[in-house]
């Protein structure tokens, strides 16, 4: 069964700095490649970034240099710290996995609607 638990989003001014982090199961942070997309209301889905078994990550060029994802091994957790948020940013953020593939086409993949996510978590850019 896969386990997604988003935590960490709120209301930020533009320039904030957020820290979105995401509690999966053992099974699906050891064998899967994880990731976040965000969707805003009458939006497209947008996969944000996404990092494989190995550590690789690929980002949307929207948030290269501004955003950066991580794990935590210790705790099957991943995390997005995002920094310099912009009122484009806001939408609902949800982390996702996918069987281990790439980062590059778990990112292609998230996008487009495949894999398992969680709830979501609002993150909201104010000007």
């Known amino acids: 069964q896969v386990q997604l638990v988003e935590s960490g989003g709120c209301s930020v001014q533009a320039g904030g700095t957020l820290r979105l982090s995401c509690e999966t199961s053992?099974?699906?942070?050891?064998?899967?490649?994880l990731g976040w997309f965000r969707q805003a209301p009458a939006q497209e889905r947008e996969g944000v970034t996404a990092?494989?078994?190995?550590?690789?990550?690929s980002y949307a060029d929207s948030v290269k240099g501004r955003f950066t994802i991580s794990k935590d091994n210790a705790k099957n957790t991943l995390s997005l710290q995002m920094n310099s948020l912009k009122p484009e940013d806001t939408a609902m953020y949800y982390c996702?996995?996918?069987?281990?593939?790439?980062?590059?086409?778990?990112?292609?993949?998230?996008?487009?609607?495949?894999?398992?996510w969680g709830q979501g978590t609002q993150v909201t850019v104010s000007s």
């Open positions: 990092i494989d078994r190995d550590g690789s990550t």
């Open positions: 053992r099974y699906t942070y050891r064998t899967g490649s």
């Open positions: 996702a996995a996918a069987p281990s593939i790439t980062a590059i086409q778990a990112l292609g993949r998230f996008s487009a609607g495949f894999g398992d």
